[in-house]
């Protein structure tokens, strides 16, 4: 009988450890997709741009205030992960819908005694965009992860998509023509669980991104002409990314 009851408070504590030594072993068999030496992956997510006017001409009226009203875009994008300890090197290749708009007053300061007349402008930038990202992980643990990264963009605006409209303004035949080629500097914070990762950053275009814009014009004669605006600016934006690591 005495045998019977050691047999049995064995097994009892035999059933007992299992779960924990099941636990365990889970736990080395957790997905640590930051281990591998290359990663690739997917992302989708949401940007907010603003342009940073370095000038603002119409019918030589120079405007020097403006007010930016942040638009928000999408984008998606596919990318790898080059893994060597903490550290990583990320290339991206993305495709980008990001929009902004700037209100200002038409008479620009010349008459401060007037009412002001208030006109917008909104654009609209479809971009094929090419990150290289150096990155470090601050947290690299188990499933769970935490870096920082920053590096070059270069990015490439698909023109015969790109908009530009101008509200409460008299001119027709609006055009615009962009430099194809634009360089950004980037910098963000990525954290991510298992193979899910959520990606926040923010960018600064570098160079002008407007070559020229032109319109149809009206002259008091009735005769018809080109008129040139003059809009220099970069772009900035906020994003935020949803991935997954494979």
Known sequence: MDMLRKFIFLGLLVAAGSPVVGQNYNAEKVDRPNTKKINIGIKAGFNSSMFMVSELKIKDVTINEV???YKIGYFGALFMRINMKKH???PEVSYNVS????TFDKLGSQHPAIEPDYASVQSVLHSVDFPVLYGYNVVKKGPYGMSIFA???LRYLWGKYNEITFKNFDQKGI???LYPFN????IGVGVNISRIFFDFRYEQSIGNISKSIIYDNINSDG???VSNIIFRRRDSALSFSLGFIL
């Open 151 to 153: 590096g070059p963009k």
């Open 67 to 69: 007010q930016n009203n």
């Open 88 to 90: 990583f090197i990320q």
């Open 223 to 225: 005769s018809t002409g």
């Open 99 to 102: 929009k902004g708009e700037i």
């Open 183 to 186: 360089v950004s500097a980037v």
């Open 175 to 177: 055009h615009e023509k």
